[in-house]
């Protein structure tokens, strides 16, 4: 997918189903059966199920769940 093609969708219409759209259409989510799970959890609204995803990935990798918050928003505050 061009970057026109995904401005056209942010702008036409609703963003959440545009980023929704771009993630489930990535290759890497589609040819991993954790994200396709994820996904699924999401479109059903089973946030509990979400919730219990990833505290057992942050249990995995021996962290906290507020330790993966603060790494995410360290990717986004690196400017």
Do not use: W
């Not at 980023?19 to 994200?35: G, K, M, R, T």
């Amino acid at each position: 997918m061009n970057p026109i093609n995904i401005i056209q969708m942010m702008t036409s219409g609703n963003p959440q189903q545009a980023i929704q759209s771009i993630i489930e259409n990535n290759p890497n989510v589609q040819n991993n059966p954790l994200a396709q799970n994820a996904m699924k959890m999401y479109q059903n609204g089973d946030t509990r199920g979400l919730q219990n995803m990833a505290e057992n990935m942050c249990k995995e990798r021996g962290i906290t769940v507020d330790q993966a918050k603060q790494q995410v928003m360290g990717m986004f505050n690196k400017h």
